[in-house]
């Protein structure tokens, strides 16, 4: 007699919302879970490798990307042919043109360039004098600060100067060339920052 009142097509419904309500449920505690694995904002300061796309400044010559690696800004930009003609007339006036610095330049990227691919460059933005942030000057055409300039980077704050290298000119505060950072292509228009070519391979 009591069994009489049972609405199967009810009790169906029922089982069938639950089993959807749990289903979205375990959802919501699977994407924060997930998404846990992913490196933090303080892993990647502390170091974690950061993934650049730079398929911009492949269409843009001279456009500047800044990407933060280990709380330091990273410049990637790509220099024209005539910019990087004009790397070679400076040696005489560079401190260290042939980056014997090991400090500042890694194997991969001792050469006039200071760079695995000749027209794109990797550089930590940071001015090796006191700290401060240069500024990009791309153009190969008369400064204030420089009436032969041939591009590179001011620093404002003690007139210390770079060229599109990174390497440091002499006569300026600034004592070392620009530094290299770890880094390596995944692939022509990807770049991995932190994690250089031979720990790549």
Not at 43 to 62: F, H, N, Y
Request: aromatic share 8%; proline share 10%.
């Amino acid at each position: 007699m009591a069994n009489q009142g049972v609405n199967t097509g009810r009790r169906r419904f029922l089982t069938a919302s639950t089993a959807v309500v749990g289903a979205v449920g375990v959802g919501f505690v699977a994407v924060p879970f997930i998404s846990s694995w992913k490196p933090s904002a303080r892993a990647q300061t502390a170091g974690a490798p950061v993934e650049v796309d730079i398929s911009k400044i492949e269409l843009e010559p001279g456009m500047r990307m800044i990407v933060q690696w280990r709380g330091q800004p990273v410049w990637i930009f790509k220099r024209t042919p005539e910019q990087l003609g004009a790397l070679s007339t400076l040696d005489e006036q560079l401190r260290d043109p042939d980056s014997e610095n090991v400090d500042q330049t890694p194997a991969f990227a001792k050469n006039p360039a200071r760079s695995i691919k000749p027209e794109v460059a990797v550089i930590v933005g940071i001015c090796t004098h006191l700290g401060c942030s240069p500024t990009y000057v791309p153009e190969l055409q008369p400064q204030p600060f420089d009436s032969e300039w041939m591009g590179g980077f001011y620093c404002p704050c003690h007139n210390s100067r770079f060229d599109l290298a990174g390497r440091v000119f002499q006569g300026v505060p600034a004592p070392s060339n620009l530094k290299v950072p770890p880094y390596h292509f995944i692939d022509d228009t990807r770049i991995m920052v932190g994690v250089a070519p031979e720990e790549a391979a």
